[in-house]
């Protein structure tokens, strides 16, 4: 004779005292996890402003200059915007320094990309009409361009946003006021809205709120 042996499963009380646990288990461990995430993100963000600004302080290492148009070149200076325009912040945070919604708006159409990833500082753009004597960087001697100094041309922090620079005002730019400023490579950071000062009349001396970024030098 065959006996059936009865297959038994778990009972209701089981499955809500599982779930209730798993339940426990994530309300303690999700704010831990996040944070770590964001404390990531910022790391990251901190360590790639520094990389960015390492290349451009190559840049003038190499040719002797700061990034700057020269007289074939567009005016207005080199533009803001290190990634993809349409994800630059454009508001400021409550306290922010002043002019900080200016990281958003500052700007001109002289991509940085034409200075440290292609050899194009004149009025080219892209990898058309790069390397020209007389108006983009020599590629011999002892001042050439030895680029590219950065691996991609778009270049967005870890919350998706484009990294920005306050180009205007690299020796050699034409800007406004008699202050001297510092030059940041800069990130909005979490909240995504500006703490950072950026005004012509204010000198930039300081990081605030959750910017991330990095100086590079000093407009005297």
């Known amino acids: 004779m065959q006996f059936l042996h009865e297959k038994k499963g778990f009972t209701l009380i089981e499955v809500i005292v599982v779930i209730a646990v798993v339940a426990i288990l994530a309300a303690i461990l999700t704010p831990t996890i ?61 306290g922010a320094g002043a002019g900080a919604a200016n990281w958003g708006s500052y700007g001109s159409t002289k991509r940085l990309s034409d200075y440290l990833y292609y050899n194009n500082p004149d009025d080219n753009t892209g990898s058309s009409g790069q390397n020209e004597t007389g108006q983009d960087y020599p590629t011999t001697g002892d001042f050439k361009w030895n680029g590219p100094y950065i691996k991609k041309i778009l270049l967005n922090d870890p919350w998706g946003r484009s990294y920005v620079i306050n180009a205007r005002y690299f020796p050699g730019n034409t800007r406004g006021g ?22 012509d009349a204010t000198p930039s001396e300081e990081i605030m709120g959750d910017d991330i970024g990095y100086r590079i030098c000093v407009r005297k």
């Open 34 to 94: 996040a944070k770590q995430i964001q404390d990531s993100r910022i790391s990251r963000a901190k360590n790639e402003t520094l990389v960015i600004g390492a290349a451009i302080s190559d840049l003038r290492k190499d040719t002797g200059w700061w990034p700057y148009t020269n007289a074939n070149g567009p005016s207005g200076g080199v533009d803001r915007v290190l990634g993809d325009p349409s994800t630059v912040p454009t508001g400021a945070a409550s």
């Open 178 to 199: 008699t202050n001297r400023h510092h030059v940041y490579v800069l990130s909005a950071g979490p909240d995504h809205l500006w703490s950072t000062p950026y005004s």
